[in-house]
Nanobody, 121 residues
Framework: QVQLVESGGGLVQPGGSLRLSCAVS????????VGWYRQAPGKEREAISY??????RTFYAPSVKGRFTISRHRNTVYLQMKSLSPEDTAVYYC????????????????WGQGTQVTVSS
């Protein structure tokens, strides 16, 4: 059974940092990419980053490039976020990716439950 469990969200001040974790089970990160999405209130879900270990690739959306870093250790994918602003407030989801079709166009097999990130003073 495939599972993805996010953790690490919370309340942080503008300019602060957070590290999100996505613990996966039921599939191998050696064979499937994992992506991070976020959805802010009233906005569409945004694909922000992925890591594809077997292809040796990572991707960052322009909105997070230079501030977020995706990495993997064993069965966990991390999203290190720094220089956070209120615009980063959203529910963050990780997902098992079946195909990467284009920039921000990913075929998702399974979703995690999401973790809330709130950036506010």
């Amino acid at each position: 059974q495939v599972q993805l469990v996010e953790s690490g969200g919370g309340l942080v001040q503008p300019g602060g940092s957070l590290r999100l974790s996505c613990a996966v089970s039921g599939f191998s990160l050696d064979h499937f990419a994992v992506g991070w999405y976020r959805q802010a209130p009233g906005k569409e879900r945004e694909a922000i980053s992925y890591i594809n270990t077997y292809a040796g690739r990572t991707f960052y959306a322009p909105s997070v490039k230079g501030r977020f870093t995706i990495s993997r250790h064993r069965n966990t994918v991390y999203l290190q976020m720094k220089s956070l602003s209120p615009e980063d407030t959203a529910v963050y989801y990780c997902a098992k990716l079946l195909n990467i079709l284009g920039i921000g166009d990913w075929e998702v097999g399974d979703w995690g439950q999401g973790t809330q990130v709130t950036v506010s003073s």
